[in-house]
């Protein structure tokens, strides 16, 4: 059932803009499957810290990973509180007004902590997740991970439970206002994410074709 | 003069991967220079947050900006330790191994709090540099802030003074390893940032051109 602004705790609430403000699972998943990187911020004792991640996200949690030497692995893994924010940006939004300039994007925040996994069965599918985030297919091409890669890889997981997203879409917000009669263009120029040409390693063994799972990500585009 | 490792501070250090880390103002300032986005880390007082939030440059600060009722700019107003993460993603890097999978990407984090400027010359200098951030050549072409507007805008400024940039570029880390033999391709994948055509803004006045601005921006690319 989705939530209403009322059942959301203080934490998640959007009051800047509230309309901007999703909060039901439906909305978050989507974002959370669409975007690449988290921005993981906690407390490491001293400073708060602000970290890009590669993520991955399936039953009710959000996974990450990292060496079991890191710091911030560490930190997190002793349960620091955290934020987790994927954001994806859409359009450089351009109002007649310096003001009302903005950007159309998609921000998921989530609030709680990591709590380290030692489920095996759990730590590889979540390191499947891993790969089929990055590239979809790409588990089954590559070599999965041995028994001494996967015990230097710390897998966290966070529970989705308390989060919202912020969405802008649309026009400037000028339209309504005096400054629509200015003699200036206004509108939206999107943003728009693809990829180029494979570059094939160095080390490439020749006569190698290019995976089937990159064939289709070029077909299919982000 | 370009910091050495040993110069820099704990905090911004980079660990993992030292050879990763810059920490001369100058790769710095090019990674702040071409993101769009800042991802600001800070603790409110009871949890740690991660915001979205689009940011400018100059001289030797990073500038913010956002409603003087937000209750996150007030937390930062008021000295709340800070940190900034400007990341921006090239390409997927794809290993034989899964373990070895990771992202092409540059990411500045750096350390410090923010202050509130009150001098109306910065602030009016920091306005232009939000706007010119999103569209160079966009201040002498839009309606420049009014008393009211001034009024409402709360602009911070951090020191850029502890910072790293992380610059993870190149192949996979496996083409010297038996991985190499295996059949599968292996490579980076690059990830392009593209404008798509500029959409009017539905109450845009009949008959005005696209700016000089938007049309620039759409030759030259991000």
């Not at 602004?5 to 009051?15: A, E, G, K, L, N």
Request: aromatic residues 6%.
């Amino acid at each position: 059932m989705a939530q209403t602004r009322h059942d959301v705790s203080d934490r998640v609430r959007v009051r800047r803009n509230p309309t901007r403000g999703h909060y039901d699972r439906a909305s978050i998943d989507d974002v959370l499957g669409r975007g690449l990187l988290a921005h993981v911020a906690f407390f490491d004792g001293r400073d708060p810290c602000c970290i890009p991640m590669l993520y991955a996200h399936f039953g009710d949690r959000i996974y990450i990973h990292g060496s079991t030497a890191s710091r911030a692995i560490r930190a997190l893994a002793d349960g620091a509180a955290a934020c987790v924010t994927v954001t994806i940006v859409h359009g450089l939004v351009l109002a007649r007004s310096a003001y009302e300039h903005s950007a159309n994007y998609e921000a998921v925040m989530a609030f709680g902590a990591f709590e380290l996994i030692d489920d095996e069965a759990e730590r590889l599918a979540a390191f499947e997740a891993f790969t089929e985030r990055l590239l979809p297919g790409r588990w089954e091409e590559a070599r999965q991970p041995n028994a001494q890669e996967l015990k230097a890889t710390a897998i966290l997981a966070m529970e989705i439970d308390e989060a919202s997203a912020k969405i802008r879409t649309g026009p400037p917000d000028d339209d309504e206002s005096p400054d629509a009669e200015r003699n200036v263009w206004a509108g939206v120029v999107p943003i728009v994410s693809s990829y180029g040409t494979p570059v094939p390693s160095p080390g490439l063994r020749p006569g190698i074709p290019l995976s089937p799972s990159v064939r289709e990500l070029l077909q299919n585009g982000p």
